[in-house]
């Protein structure tokens, strides 16, 4: 087993990039994440056609109505919604929510404004270049690891076996790329 404390590895999803602890904290660490599509139902509005106030922490609908803060749940997205008695007289209701009680909820993560600097890095012109790169560098890698390295099955059991596993697999990745750059080095000089 190998054993580092400085060594961890996670699970990362596609979108988690923000939950970095040097994004967060702002150390200048700049994060190119891939974001998920947009779950809108077709015919309703947008998430983003709704605006965000900071100072005041309300969405603003296409409508000019406000949506303030009303609770934040387990999963850390904050809930605005709006006033029913507003919404029922509004002529765009129905491109604004299908339910019954008449009431748009919008939803913010507590972490949506590293998420947006993601984004805004991603959409970047150096990150739009460096996104294209992923294929050739990032995913190449993952499908080393799964068609010569034996990643497409894990052989043994347990968090801390796999966790093995992918370290040894990592570590045998990276032994290639140093041999590679030698032997390039060499055939150079």
Request: aromatic share 10%; with cysteine.
């Amino acid at each position: 087993m190998i054993t580092n404390p400085r060594l961890s590895t996670e699970i990362r999803g596609y979108n988690r990039a923000y939950r970095s602890p040097k994004t967060r904290i702002g150390v200048g660490f700049r994060t190119y994440g891939y974001t998920a599509g947009n779950r809108a139902k077709q015919g309703l509005y947008h998430k983003w056609e709704f605006t965000y106030d900071a100072a005041r922490n309300v969405y603003v609908c296409p409508q000019k109505q406000e949506l303030p803060y009303r609770t934040t749940d387990r999963n850390g997205y904050r809930h605005y919604v709006s006033d029913s008695k507003v919404c029922s007289s509004c002529p765009m209701l129905q491109k604004c929510t299908r339910s019954r009680n008449r009431r748009k909820i919008v939803t913010r993560h507590i972490w949506e404004a590293s998420k947006e600097n993601v984004r805004a890095n991603r959409l970047s012109k150096s990150g739009k270049r460096l996104y294209r790169k992923r294929k050739e560098t990032i995913e190449r890698s993952f499908a080393d690891a799964k068609q010569l390295h034996g990643f497409r099955y894990c052989r043994l059991r347990g968090l801390r076996n796999v966790t093995e596993q992918a370290l040894m697999t990592a570590a045998v990745q990276n032994m290639k790329k140093i041999a590679f750059h030698l032997e390039r080095k060499a055939k150079e000089a």
